[in-house]
């Protein structure tokens, strides 16, 4: 069990270029999820994936940001035309819905900052 | 709109020492998750309450949960400074919707 991994781990882009993160999840957990992190603050959820399908968005999630899980394994989180208030961690996480599927595991984070 | 209210926010505590944090949440709940973070780290997975009066131990750190007061507490006991790290509680509104989380406690311990 390899655990979620995130790629980049660090980020430095200028204001209005597009950057995007992947995310691989634990082998044959269903469900991933993205949140975003600030400096001083918990988790804030923006979207989740059962398999292919998204199934939830945040109204965090502007339209400047899309995510995809396009074979139901890795995801990828764009961010669009960035902003220096899109500087945060990223979080990537997942869980499985066989047996109890109950704990939910993190990834390390992808660091983004906007200068 | 499901609120997670965690306090204090930040405590230092002397090594040996016990201490409780609390975490209060708004509606009602499926699951309580309790994780800790250390600086630049992502967050690790402590316990997970599923039920009413569900009580989880490990190590120094000991989780419960009251349902029917929206209520989780995170026990310290005899402190160390290894756990100096910021302690997260977070709340299942649906099963395997999202976690919304509580601004986090900040703990410091000191020698």
């Known amino acids: 069990d390899t655990g979620v991994s995130q790629d980049p781990r660090h980020k430095i882009t200028k204001r209005g270029q597009n950057v995007t993160f992947r995310c691989d999840p634990i082998?044959?957990?269903?469900?991933l999820y993205w949140y975003r992190q600030t400096l001083g603050q918990g988790p804030e959820f923006l979207t989740y994936f059962q398999n292919e399908a998204q199934l939830e968005k945040s109204r965090l999630l502007s339209d400047r940001f899309s995510a995809e899980r396009p074979k139901g394994s890795f995801s990828t989180l764009e961010i669009q035309r960035t902003e220096q208030g899109d500087s945060a961690m990223y979080l990537c996480?997942?869980?499985?819905?066989?047996?109890?599927?109950?704990?939910?595991?993190f990834g390390e984070g992808s660091w983004l900052t906007v200068v | 709109e499901l609120k997670v209210e965690q306090n204090p926010l930040f405590l230092s505590m002397q090594e040996g020492k016990n201490y409780t944090i609390y975490c209060n949440y708004s509606?009602?709940?499926?699951?309580l998750y309790w994780y800790r973070q250390d600086p630049g780290k992502s967050l690790e997975s402590l316990f997970v309450?599923?039920?009413?009066?569900a009580v989880k131990q490990e190590g120094r750190l000991m989780a419960s949960l009251d349902t029917k007061a929206r209520l989780s507490t995170l026990h310290i006991t005899a402190a160390v400074h290894d756990l100096s790290a910021t302690y997260f509680c977070?709340?299942?509104?649906?099963?395997?919707?999202?976690?919304?989380f509580g601004k986090g406690t900040s703990l410091l311990v000191t020698p």
């Open positions: 996480a997942s869980r499985s819905l066989r047996g109890s599927g109950n704990t939910i595991y």
């Open positions: 082998s044959e957990h269903n469900r």
């Open positions: 977070a709340v299942d509104m649906y099963s395997g919707y999202a976690l919304n």
């Open positions: 509606t009602t709940s499926d699951r």
């Open positions: 309450l599923l039920s009413n009066g």
